[in-house]
């Protein structure tokens, strides 16, 4: 027997839409769990990052130096519109992804998995990944998983957060992909991926 599990449309849209999963968030409160977002380019602070509304795996993101480089990219004035946006570049080397099963809105299991890169500034997947020092867990941060939670109050399936931790310790995400990511299929444990499959059947 086949198990599908499918969130609402406009659910979907509102997480995996990067410029609607922004104002998501503050019509929740929680905007501090994402990177600090700039309405204009002569008010962003630089380096900042320049992502596409719309994109997967990195397309259309890029690291910005300067007004004018904004202006001169393909977004140019069009970068704080509905396609386009300015937001904080959070450094660091060690990145994050978890990945979730979700019905109606309710945690049914979650799998972090740590990346760690050889550069503080960059924008995946141009950077260079420390491969033997990628780990994954089953033991997430309650608090973590709460802030995830928070965000899906209606959805049903899989989903991936991508994120780094301030220094506080709290996440920062960058976007939420409403489908399985590379790092569940690719990079846990086969075990850990069978058990995850499986809580479909609870």
């Not at 979907?12 to 968030?25: D, G, T």
């Not at 989903?159 to 310790?169: A, I, P, Q, S, V």
Request: aromatic fraction near 10%; include cysteine; proline fraction near 3%.
């Amino acid at each position: 027997m086949c198990q599908v599990l499918t969130a609402p449309e406009h659910v979907v849209q509102q997480l995996s839409n990067k410029a609607r999963f922004r104002e998501f968030a503050e019509a929740r409160g929680l905007l501090a769990f994402l990177p600090t977002h700039y309405t204009s380019a002569d008010a962003a602070v630089y380096p900042c990052v320049l992502k596409a509304a719309e994109g997967a795996y990195g397309q259309g993101t890029s690291i910005v130096q300067s007004k004018a480089a904004v202006l001169a990219s393909s977004a140019g004035a069009a970068a704080t519109g509905n396609e386009w946006l300015l937001q904080e570049l959070v450094r660091g080397k060690l990145e994050y992804a978890t990945s979730l099963l979700c019905r109606d809105g309710t945690l049914l299991d979650a799998i972090t998995t740590r990346y760690e890169y050889a550069a503080d500034e960059y924008v995946w997947p141009d950077v260079k990944e420390i491969r033997t020092r990628r780990t994954s867990s089953r033991d997430i941060i309650q608090s973590h998983k709460a802030v995830m939670a928070s965000f899906l109050d209606g959805y049903d399936g899989f989903c991936n957060f991508n994120y780094k931790l301030r220094e506080d310790g709290t996440p920062c995400i960058f976007e939420v992909n409403t489908r399985i990511g590379a790092d569940l299929a690719c990079d846990v444990p086969a075990s850990w991926l069978r058990a995850f499959f499986q809580k479909l059947d609870t």
